[in-house]
């Protein structure tokens, strides 16, 4: 059997501006119109209104609540994300990373001894929500507190992760280049998704002035990385593309328009809460527009 010939796609240009690629480090090959998405992203991003605090509040706005009694404060500044959604986004951006690291295009649920403990965190950051929830109007069993908030949303954003990682690989990658095993296969494999999501935990308790900014940024990260990932399947259905990317090269396409549809997406319904809030009854203290104390 005759092998297929490689062709470098960086030496070999097709299509005049539009076909040529420029390699990076790394084995990756970026293409002109990766750059010009890119482009794209950076110039909707300058173009929000506001300072760099500001448009994350507003992306924060087309998520979460943002109560401030349901929030943490660092440095004089309220977190973009309240301390449930801050748990969450934390856990899923640890739980993302390490598995990129660990189980890189693994196609496979957790196993079915881990399913359940996963369940299980899942399950108590929604008994504590509903618990909130009766709490703010006055009912509730216990005393739900923004820690409590903040472990039970960190504990439910790894469990989403673990889950939505390996449909996301079955989405993009093609079989040929994945890997069959599971996400995770025991449960002593979930500790280093506890201990780093938990140092994180810890730094928001800190409340140090200066871990403001980093922690606002990881946790705006981890919510932009579940929502590009999510718009990354669907602009792979769209295109007909499901299951067949082979390099990383090529998965740069489809994840950029899935961040830059994501960016969008979270303008609008930002904007439109804003636009809608002064008409909505607010006696619980949701902010009417973004920009937090």
């Not at 090959?29 to 448009?55: C, H, N, R, W």
């Not at 079955?170 to 280093?192: C, G, M, Y």
Request: overall charge positive.
């Amino acid at each position: 059997m005759n092998p297929v010939p490689h062709s470098n796609s960086s030496a070999q240009p097709s299509g005049g501006l539009a076909g040529m690629r420029l390699p990076l480090p790394g084995g990756i090959e970026v293409s002109f119109g990766q750059v010009t998405i890119v482009a794209g992203i950076v110039f909707f991003a300058l173009a929000m209104p506001g300072d760099f605090k500001y448009k994350m509040d507003g992306l924060g706005f087309a998520v979460c609540h943002q109560i401030h009694t349901h929030s943490f404060t660092i440095g004089g500044h309220q977190l973009p994300l309240c301390a449930r959604c801050t748990g969450m986004y934390l856990g899923a951006l640890v739980t993302l990373l390490l598995l990129s690291r660990l189980r890189r295009k693994a196609v496979r649920l957790p196993s079915r001894g881990v399913l359940p403990v996963l369940g299980l965190f899942f399950g108590v950051m929604v008994l504590d929500g509903i618990n909130s929830t009766l709490q703010t109007f006055g009912a509730g069993l216990w005393e739900t507190t923004n820690l409590l908030r903040l472990i039970t949303g960190a504990l439910s954003g790894i469990a989403a992760a673990f889950i939505f990682y390996p449909v996301f690989n079955i989405s993009l990658w093609n079989r040929e280049v994945t890997r069959k095993d599971h996400v995770i296969e025991q449960l002593f494999e979930l500790a280093p998704y506890l201990i780093g999501t938990g140092l994180l935990v810890a730094l928001v308790l800190d409340g140090g002035a200066w871990l403001f900014y980093p922690l606002a940024l990881l946790s705006m990260g981890g919510m932009l990385a579940l929502l590009t990932m999510a718009n990354t399947m669907v602009v792979l259905i769209l295109t007909r593309r499901e299951g067949k990317t082979l390099t990383l090269s090529e998965a740069l396409t489809p994840i950029l328009l899935g961040l830059f549809v994501s960016l969008v997406m979270l303008s609008l319904v930002s904007w439109g809460r804003a636009s809608l809030a002064p008409n909505m009854a607010n006696a619980i203290g949701i902010p009417l527009v973004p920009g937090l104390p």
